[in-house]
């Protein structure tokens, strides 16, 4: 920026100037409403706040989902027995140890 004025002579006047000069500045940054940064800062916070709902619902619905896939999945275990060893479960139990369940299992039929 190019200074337009006329040199100062006194080393107080060009103090007073420079005071004056720092207070509207001051002034000004104090009375200005929102910087742009605080301005982008709320924007954000606004954004947030109406993006949230939705997040906290698909959080959900993917939980849901993970959990109807675990159902289903001990659902065929037991139904087709293990996928992993392709045993019955009754066998593969057999074969894991008969302290897992609550009751004992009865020995294979010849």
Same mark, same amino acid.
């Given at each position: 920026m190019i200074n337009t004025k006329p040199p100062v002579k006194n080393a107080e006047r060009a103090v007073f100037e420079l005071r004056a000069n720092l207070e509207d500045e001051v002034v000004a940054v104090v009375d200005s409403p929102l910087s742009s940064w605080e301005k982008q800062k709320a924007r954000r916070r606004d954004q947030f706040q109406r993006l949230a709902p939705w997040v906290v619902r698909l959080m959900m619905l993917f939980m849901l989902a993970? %959990?109807?896939?675990e159902?289903?999945?001990l659902i065929n275990i037991f139904q087709f027995g293990l996928v992993q060893t392709g045993l019955p479960v009754? %066998?593969?139990i057999r074969q894991l140890g008969p302290d897992l369940l609550p009751t004992p299992i009865p020995p294979p039929l010849p």
């Open positions: 993970v %959990l109807i896939g159902i289903w999945y009754d %066998l593969a």
